[in-house]
């Protein structure tokens, strides 16, 4: 991952992170539990907790409401009764969930340590300096349609909205493409090239109308005849998690079960999705694998905790196996844990915000038009 400093944006949304107090790191399984509960039941209609799919259990079991970011984004601008949305998440979930907010309500991430790996590809002064240099390189940028992953800052998502592109997930990437290329030439996806590339070439774009931008080369590592061929810019970002699955894994799992079926997140690289059954995002994956006949045979390419819990659920009238034999664990996501959420759920009983996300009015402003072209197309 590249280290780079915080923008000013992202240090106002972020604020002060404080330490979880030392009362919460010797509290017991069922302790926690319990004072969870209560702490819900005190709090009443005035919380909602958002958790992601990729959650660790024992505190995806308080969540409201579950799923991927599309669908947790709608449940962020639907649930307008609530006091406090409390996001089970990393930090631009939780930015997201604050641009979409409505005026009483305030958005709380558990562990302002939660971030995103792929999200920090991508800054607002990297694509800035991109849409100067693609214009040096005789690319009408006027025509360009920026499309963004949900999974970038509050900032990228103001400049794509600003320049009348939009944000997409997984679960709607191709519908969102579909939709920029009706309103210009050519797209720049960010930050990741993966579902970029899986999506566009879903959408019939070959491959050598593709080209990708890496934001630490000088002209993003290109000539002026690649930039002008392109009909799709990808970012050159990814998923530290999705790429770790390989086309080896997909072969020996193959050996192992010749009547098995691999189904991967588009997250993944172009060759992993090729050699796989299926892709989808995960609420794809759990609906397909839910609704898969008994005795079938699967090999799921996205994250443990999703793996796992499918497992669980649908054993023993199915064999679900992640392709990775050892697991690939989003550390980010596993930050947000039990006693950070106690603490947090402590803090608003007591009258006490503590780790709130709040997003610059003006970077607010642009985001919530990208967000809310999102959620108009469908």
Not at 176 to 199: I, K
Request: hydrophobic letters at 45%; charged letters at 25%.
């Amino acid at each position: 991952m590249d280290i780079r400093l915080l923008t000013e944006v992202e240090k106002q949304s972020i604020g002060e992170r404080q330490p979880l107090p030392d009362r919460y790191l010797r509290l017991s399984d069922d302790e926690m539990d319990e004072r969870l509960l209560a702490a819900k039941r005190t709090l009443g209609e005035r919380l909602v907790i958002l958790g992601h799919h990729y959650q660790r259990d024992e505190v995806i079991k308080f969540a409201d409401f579950t799923g991927d970011s599309l669908k947790l984004a709608r449940a962020a601008a639907a649930r307008g009764a609530a006091e406090f949305i409390v996001f089970c998440g990393v930090h631009f979930m939780a930015e997201s969930a604050d641009i979409l907010r409505a005026p009483h309500q305030k958005v709380l991430l558990p562990d302002l340590a939660a971030g995103c790996s792929m999200a920090d590809m991508a800054a607002e002064d990297q694509l800035e300096v991109c849409w100067r240099e693609l214009r040096a390189l005789g690319v009408d940028v006027d025509r360009i349609v920026p499309v963004t992953y949900i999974n970038s800052s509050a900032a990228i998502k103001a400049f794509v909205g600003e320049h009348g592109g939009v944000v997409c997930t997984s679960t709607n990437a191709a519908a969102v493409m579909s939709w920029a290329f009706e309103r210009g030439e050519r797209l720049l996806m960010l930050p990741d090239q993966h579902l970029g590339r899986n999506t566009g070439y879903r959408l019939g774009i070959p491959l050598d109308r593709m080209a990708v931008w890496d934001p630490h080369e000088i002209d993003g590592g290109l000539t002026a005849a690649d930039a002008q061929n392109a009909r799709l810019l990808l970012w050159k970002g990814h998923c530290s998690v999705h790429t770790r699955f390989t086309v080896q894994q997909i072969q020996a799992f193959r050996k192992k079960h010749p009547e098995g079926k691999v189904i991967a997140h588009p997250e993944c690289t172009f060759d992993v999705v090729q050699a796989a059954d299926l892709a989808g995002s995960t609420e794809f994956i759990i609906d397909t694998l839910r609704k898969s006949p008994a005795g079938s045979v699967w090999a799921v390419a996205t994250e443990i905790h999703l793996v796992n819990r499918l497992m669980r659920e649908l054993a023993p009238d199915r064999t679900i196996v992640t392709l990775d034999p050892f697991g690939c664990l989003c550390s980010t996501m596993f930050r947000v844990s039990p006693n950070h959420l106690l603490w947090v759920l402590d803090g608003l009983v007591e009258g006490t915000l503590h780790n709130q996300i709040i997003v610059p009015d003006e970077t607010k402003r642009w985001a919530k038009l990208a967000l809310d072209r999102m959620l108009e197309i469908r």
